[in-house]
C-alpha cells in the first residue's frame, strides 16, 4: 500500500510542513535549549574573557600567556575537549557549557584585547591628569573605546557557538543538535533540514541583534562612517 499523495512524512521528503505541525513542542523544547546553552555559554565566556584582556594588556608577559592557552583550548577537537571535562561535569548541560565556554575565550580575549590596545596613549594620560584612577580609566575611558572590536568579537563567538551547541548531542545536551543527530541516525529527513535551518536563523538571529546593541552603544561610529563617506 503506498502512502498518501499529501503525506510527505510517510513520503520523508526534505521539507515538510507536517512535519512543522506534528513536531511542534519538540521544535520548540529545542530552540530554547539551544538558546539556553548559547547565552550561558557566551555570558560565562565573556566574563572570563574581560579581566584575561584587561590582564594582558596592563603586564606584557601575560599577554602571551593568555593568547597562548586560549588559542591552543580552540585547537583541541571537541570530542576530546568534552572527554577532558567529563570527569568533571559527567554527562550534563554543565558539560557543554564549560566546553563552550572554552572555545569562545580565544574569540572573546583576543578582540577586547585588541580594543583596548586601539586607545590612543594620548587618550589614557588625558584620563589620568584629570584624576582617573585605574578602574575608573578602565571602565569610564578604556573599555568603552574598546567596545567595537569587543562587540565584533563576541559577534563570531556567538555565531560560532549557535553552530559548536549541536556537537552536544553527543551526550545528549545539543538543543537543536539532538534533532540533527537523531534525525542522521534515522536518515529523517525532514528532521535534518528543520534543525539545521533553525541554527541558521537562530545564528542570523543573534548576530543581527548583536549589532544593534553595537550601534546603539557605540553611537560614534555611526557618526565616523558618515564622515567617511
Known sequence: MTAPPDD????????????????SEILTDAVLQHLQLTS?????GLLLAVPLAVAARRRRWAAGAVLGVTTILYTIPSLAMFS??????????SLVVAGLV?????????????????????????????????VRLLLAVELPLALPA????????TVSTVSLVTIGAIVGNGGLGNLIYSGMNTYFKAQVLTASVLCVIIA????????????????????????GT
Open 84 to 93: 577532558l571535562l567529563l570527569p568533571l561535569y559527567g554527562l550534563s548541560a
Open 40 to 44: 550561558v555559554s557566551v555570558a560565562l
Open 102 to 134: 572554552l572555545y569562545s575565550l580565544t574569540l572573546l580575549v583576543r578582540n577586547i584585547l585588541a580594543g583596548l590596545r586601539a586607545v590612543p596613549e594620548d587618550t589614557r594620560q588625558a584620563a589620568r591628569g584629570m584624576g582617573y584612577g585605574p
Open 150 to 157: 569587543a562587540m565584533a568579537g563576541l559577534r563570531i563567538a
Open 204 to 227: 542570523v538571529a543573534a548576530d543581527l541583534l548583536l549589532l544593534g546593541l553595537q550601534r546603539l552603544l557605540t553611537p560614534w561610529t555611526a557618526a565616523t562612517r558618515g564622515q
Open 8 to 23: 510527505c512524512l510517510a513520503r520523508n521528503e526534505w521539507i515538510c510542513g507536517a512535519y512543522l505541525s506534528s513536531r
